[in-house]
């Protein structure tokens, strides 16, 4: 069992491409734990932002009444993959992490593998 800022530095050591990963609340849009980042790349604005995201995908499937729980949500941009796996045990419900991409430097199935690798062995 990993603890958060364990988990974040395996993703951006193991992860080809990683530019940035943040645990994130998305009952409250907080980030509990960034690494990486940049300037032009803000991980708490990163961080609220795609808590919209996945409220809107989970009331969406509440709505079409879907029995079925999210993996991982991507989002491709031109130049970056931006990828969201929400937490399923051991109390991660209501977290997920967030992971941003070079789209020219990463693996995408790889990194889809190595998130939730490192999903499975943290302990919140």
Not at 10 to 34: K, N, P, Q
Not at 55 to 82: C, F, P, V, W
Request: hydrophobic content about 45%; overall charge negative.
């Amino acid at each position: 069992m990993t603890n958060t800022e364990t988990a974040l530095k395996d993703a951006m050591s193991s992860i080809e491409g990683a530019l940035g990963v943040a645990l994130v609340d998305y009952g409250s849009g907080m980030a509990l734990g960034t690494l990486g980042g940049s300037q032009s790349l803000d991980l708490n604005v990163a961080a609220a932002g795609n808590t919209d995201v996945v409220r809107a995908k989970l009331r969406t499937m509440e709505m079409l009444n879907i029995q079925d729980s999210i993996e991982d949500i991507l989002i491709t941009l031109g130049a970056q993959y931006h990828l969201i796996r929400l937490l399923t045990g051991r109390g991660g419900n209501g977290l997920f992490l967030y992971l941003v991409l070079d789209a020219r430097r990463a693996n995408l199935a790889m990194a889809r593998h190595q998130l939730k690798r490192i999903e499975a062995e943290l302990e919140v």
